[in-house]
């Protein structure tokens, strides 16, 4: 895949290659204990978020690309990130995962954002299988990726260190050979 700055379009939302003045509009939101809840990060310290953006702004020089952290944008302004990455170039598998902003939920963003993410790791990067793991409690983000065409595939026990605790998962995963990743998915 070209090393070019990465964008893609949705009908709301854009997905970008990040730049350091991100900064501000990340740590507002990566800075928030209820965004951060079902992750294994955060919420950030102001040092943590410019280490992230730090990271991320350097993808795109990396040769060979494989993963590729992206700024989610609405009408140009930062309002998650979102990221896709090789796990296994031989098996051509990779995972994603995303994180938006409190004050987007519940608009169809991260369902589009999703879907995004599939369009660049079913096309360009040429991969086959695609996971995402989500905190069991996490209902909103278990109807994003059913809605993208994700199978539940299982429980991780103890999947995940999370704030000192270990922690189960859900598995979901998507094929290209999918049917439903070849139609939109569904608002």
Known sequence: MAQDTVLLRGPRVALRDFTPDDVDAVHAFASDPLVTQWSTWGPNTLADTRAFIADAAAEPG???????????????????????????????????GYTLAREV?????????????????????????????????????????????????????EHRLEHGQRRDSLLFAALLSDRALNQPPPD
Do not use: I, Y
Not at 71 to 83: L, N, Y
Not at 91 to 96: A, I, K, M, S, V
Not at 115 to 120: G, I, N, S
Not at 123 to 137: F, I, N, Q, S, Y
């Open 105 to 157: 939920w519940g608009l169809g963003l991260a369902t589009e954002t999703a879907a995004l993410l599939r369009e660049l790791a079913f096309g360009p990067m040429g991969l086959v299988r695609v996971e995402a793991t989500c905190h069991p409690d996490n209902a909103g983000s278990v109807r994003v990726l059913e809605k993208n065409g994700f199978v539940f595939e299982g429980r991780l026990r």
């Open 62 to 96: 990396r040769p060979g690309r494989t993963r590729f952290t992206l700024a989610v944008t609405v009408q140009e302004r930062v309002v998650g990130t979102a990221a896709v990455w090789t796990t296994s170039a031989s098996d051509r598998n990779g995972e994603l």
